[in-house]
């Protein structure tokens, strides 16, 4: 069987999008990024066709082949057009999810592309909206947590054992925090509880050991007091905060007004293995294990 190169599976997809305008060339060939290798309908087939032909023997490859005579090799290293690029984004914003494969390499492949999304002023949600594969709850946070490991990769490593290390000293600290009934409370309520119960009581209360954010700022020439300080309490409960039921938590969200924030939370008794919960709007992602939606926070919010 004769070997394909990308100038001939770049030009297959082409001949594909002519006939039917509706398809984009980035379902049927996406050329191999670095190391990454090659994707697309016609590339996975071609590749299938070629394992069964060489399992018959029809298909004659060299038993020790150099990389440089790979015909996949060509391949691989094929330049990444922007007309590529914006078929990509085509792919990874469409509704159709069939080949989730395909989707994986063009969300990949988009990586710079929604990074300069990113850095504009669009909404958390306004981006997720824009792609809804992000919108299903039970994978669509994993995709978000694709970005937030290729761009901070210390995120890649489990910080659980970190987490629970530094905790007893912020237990400490929290032990002066003596004005707050709820700092107070809370650390009664699970005074004997383990040591993994601790650490998460101690990441959630952290908010308490420092100032109240200012928001807003006093006009100039204006000397009435116009300036207001934001809670501890309220960061607390924007930042990693306890409810013991999700009806709990929705209440209190409705209460306040901050149905479209993004925020993360623990949801159950701390004793009792409780699982995180982010929040984006309309959107909620849950997480098992709270100590990873603590640590891959970060992923959403940057």
Same mark, same amino acid.
């Given at each position: ?5 990308? =100038?001939q ?5 082409k ?6 305008? %509706?398809?984009?060339?980035? %379902?049927?060939? /996406? &050329?191999?990024?670095?190391?990454k ?16 032909l060489?399992a018959v ?13 790979? &015909? ?19 792919? /990874?914003k ?5 080949? =989730?494969?395909? $989707? ?6 988009? $990586?710079?592309e929604?990074?300069?999304? +990113? ?14 594969? +992000? ?13 937030g ?7 890649a ?6 987490? +629970?290390?530094?905790?007893?000293? /912020? ?23 383990n ?6 009581l101690?990441l ?5 050991l ?19 300080k ?5 960061a607390?409960?924007?930042? $990693?905060?306890? $409810?013991? %039921? ?8 409705n ?14 008794? +701390? ?7 982010? =929040? ?12 990873k ?10």
């Amino acid at each position: 069987m004769r070997s394909m190169d990308a =100038t001939q599976f770049k030009h297959l997809a082409k001949t594909i999008v002519d006939l039917y305008p %509706t398809e984009v060339t980035a %379902t049927y060939y /996406i &050329p191999g990024l670095k190391k990454k290798s090659p994707g697309g309908k016609l590339y996975s087939q071609y590749n299938n066709y070629r394992t069964k032909l060489d399992a018959v023997g029809l298909c004659f490859r060299k038993k020790n082949q150099n990389v440089s005579g790979d &015909p996949r090799n060509s391949i691989e290293n094929a330049e990444v057009t922007e007309d590529v690029i914006v078929d990509a984004m085509q792919v /990874i914003k469409s509704l159709n999810w069939n080949d =989730t494969a395909l $989707f994986y390499e063009c969300w990949n492949m988009t $990586f710079d592309e929604r990074q300069r999304l +990113l850095a504009t002023e669009i909404g958390v949600l306004q981006y997720i909206n824009s792609f809804p594969y +992000l919108r299903q709850v039970d994978v669509g946070y994993d995709v978000i947590a694709l970005d937030g490991r290729k761009k901070y990769p210390s995120l890649a490593d489990d910080k659980k054992e970190m987490f +629970l290390k530094i905790s007893p000293f /912020i237990m400490q600290k929290l032990q002066n925090v003596k004005s707050e009934p709820m700092v107070v409370n809370l650390i009664r309520k699970y005074s004997h509880s383990n040591g993994q119960t601790k650490a998460l009581l101690a990441l959630s209360l952290i908010p308490f050991l420092f100032r109240p954010v200012i928001i807003g700022k006093r006009k100039k020439g204006n000397t009435g007091d116009d300036i207001t300080k934001a809670s501890k309490s309220h960061a607390y409960r924007n930042f $990693f905060s306890n $409810f013991e %039921t999700h009806e709990e938590m929705i209440n209190y969200r409705n209460k306040v007004g901050c149905t479209g924030n993004l925020a993360l939370y623990s949801i159950g008794n +701390l004793n009792e293995n409780p699982h995180a919960l982010i =929040t984006i709007g309309d959107v909620e992602y849950v997480l098992t294990d709270c100590f990873k939606g603590f640590q891959n926070d970060i992923c959403i919010r940057h």
